[in-house]
């Protein structure tokens, strides 16, 4: 069965700094891998996803991922980071070969952006 | 457009009492998900419908769980009885159709606290 790690359960940065939130997953073949992000007392959004292609992803509000098939990650990076950034962020993975897996969450990443 | 609606926002009962969510999801989503996030975790699948008709509920704990889509269009979810370690988030997602290929679209969550 698929399994996500996020490395890092709290990350504080200062604002304008840039980030990465770091997502390893366990090894397959093939993966679909996600990212979503959740505001308080808010249900979860997508931020960006890795289907297939080119190993760089974009995403909304400034957010972009690596695809690293060798590493086995997906990271999220940020150039720059605002006070409106302060979230949970979860990545995910789903494994495309086999039928309608559901998503598989990690633990999330807090994101404190200090002013 | 509307995004997925969920009722109560926040409920607290006691051990052993019953409790149900209700879900309304987007306009024309033939795939609705309940999962259940525990504080400090990442979501985890509790039941997917397609429809009317259950997907996958391999991981609903059904000696006390349940839920229904009767009508292929709003969702319930259903303890009886509640135990203390049900207290969680429960979040609602649809998607227009199965596949993780198709976005999910996540409600605001119902926060049960059971005492």
């Known amino acids: 069965a698929q399994s996500v790690t996020q490395l890092d359960s709290q990350v504080p940065v200062f604002e304008e700094a840039p980030v990465e939130l770091r997502c390893n997953y366990s090894?397959?073949?093939?993966?679909?891998l996600f990212w979503y992000v959740q505001y308080p007392n808010q249900g979860l959004q997508l931020l960006l996803k890795y289907l297939s292609g080119s190993t760089l992803v974009k995403g909304i509000n400034g957010f972009e991922a690596e695809f690293n098939k060798s590493q086995t990650s997906f990271h999220l990076r940020k150039p720059s980071v605002h006070i409106s950034d302060t979230a949970e962020y979860f990545c995910?993975?789903?494994?495309?070969?086999?039928?309608?897996?559901?998503?598989?969450f990690g633990k999330g990443t807090r994101l404190s952006v200090i002013a | 457009e509307a995004g997925v609606a969920q009722s109560p926002r926040y409920k607290i009962i006691e051990k052993r009492q019953s409790v149900a969510f209700w879900c309304n999801p987007i306009s024309g989503h033939a795939t609705l998900y309940w999962y259940q996030q525990i504080l400090g975790q990442g979501p985890k699948l509790l039941i997917q419908?397609?429809?009317?008709?259950?997907?996958?509920d391999s991981q609903l704990p059904k000696d006390r769980f349940s839920a229904e889509r009767l009508k292929g269009v709003d969702s319930t979810l259903k303890i009886q009885p509640a135990k203390l370690e049900d207290s969680a988030v429960y979040l609602c997602a649809s998607s227009l159709w199965e596949g993780v290929r198709n976005e999910q679209f996540f409600g605001p969550g119902t926060r049960l606290t059971v005492l």
């Open positions: 995910a993975v789903s494994d495309p070969n086999s039928g309608n897996t559901p998503l598989v």
């Open positions: 090894s397959s073949v093939s993966v679909y």
């Open positions: 419908f397609q429809n009317n008709g259950v997907v996958d």
